[in-house]
């Protein structure tokens, strides 16, 4: 296949940027569109000009580092895959193809697709764990009986990869679907009950002074996102939040 891409170009955060073209020749459909994006910045390098910056790392779904927009679309035109996980099969030859990065601005842009996420850390670090005794005598998790319908529900939500294509996805560049698929995952276990109360209004706090923005029920989110992550969660977490606020 041959293509044209449009990608956006940005040297750091305080400098403005601009999308580029550049064409692109005997793309294999079966490529990744990751190994896509290794030829061209092969090509780049190989006439001394600057290859594109962007994230990766297991390339296989896993890790949530891979975050294009591509054609208007957080992970591309595929439906519960990875920006990784696309392959170059979901285009044709000729094809015009729009690359930019995740954009909100909690996400400040690092290098042309590259985006600073560690808004998303400072939230984790809030409240998204639990606290065990690690001294030598800690109770085997799978010895707490939990009922199945719980089990399952935390482990849908754990399956959140933190690749932050909610936020990208959404008009109000909001992060409801990333905290509450992480209050979730807690929230719904025996474990995470104990510390739930301080973990939903430190999480929702961090959230809300990193600089997203609110939920407004559009449901962009739960679309483009590539792991599935249900609006349940949303309003799990709205619920949890309210006790919690209540009980002050
Ligand atoms: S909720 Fe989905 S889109 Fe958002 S960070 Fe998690 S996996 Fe990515
Ligand atoms: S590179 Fe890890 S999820 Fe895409």
């Keep these: ?29 079966d490529m ?3 190994e896509m994006m290794d030829m061209h910045n092969e090509q780049l390098i190989n006439k001394g000009e600057d290859p594109v910056a962007f ?7 896993i890790c949530g580092m891979c975050s294009m927009f591509i054609n208007g679309e ?25 690359i930019e990065p995740f954009r909100a601005n909690a996400f400040p842009v690092i290098k042309d697709l590259a985006v600073d996420r560690s808004a998303f850390d400072r939230i984790q670090q809030a409240g998204g764990f639990i606290s065990v005794n690690t001294s030598g005598n800690t109770q085997d998790a799978n010895a707490i009986p939990i009922e199945k319908h719980d ?3 935390a482990f849908d939500a754990a ?4 690749c932050g294509a909610c936020v990208a996805s959404c008009k109000n560049a ?28 430190n999480m929702v706090k961090q959230m809300d002074e990193e600089g997203f923005g609110n939920c407004t029920n559009t449901g962009a ?24 606020s209540l009980k002050g």
């Excluded at 041959?2 to 550049?22: C, S």
């Excluded at 994230?55 to 779904?61: A, I, L, N, Q, V």
């Excluded at 399956?159 to 933190?162: E, L, R, S, V």
Aim: some cysteine.
């Design 55 to 61: 994230d990766h790392d297991c390339r296989e779904g």
């Design 151 to 153: 089990a399952d529900k």
């Design 32 to 34: 990744s569109f990751l």
């Design 159 to 162: 399956t959140c990869i933190g």
């Design 221 to 244: 989110c739960e679309v483009e996102c590539p792991k599935g992550i249900s609006l349940e969660n949303v309003a799990r977490m709205n619920s949890e939040y309210l006790y919690a």
């Design 1 to 29: 296949m041959d293509l044209t891409l449009k990608i956006w170009r940005q040297a750091n955060v305080d400098e403005d940027g601009k999308i580029v073209n550049y064409s692109i020749s005997d793309v294999s459909p």
């Design 174 to 201: 909001s992060a409801m679907l990333f905290v509450s698929a992480k209050v979730s995952q807690y929230s719904l276990l025996p474990q995470g009950k104990v510390e739930a109360t301080d973990r939903v209004l």
């Design 74 to 98: 957080a992970h591309g035109p595929d439906r519960l895959v990875t920006t990784c996980q696309l392959h170059m099969r979901k285009f044709k030859d000729g094809d015009t193809i729009v």
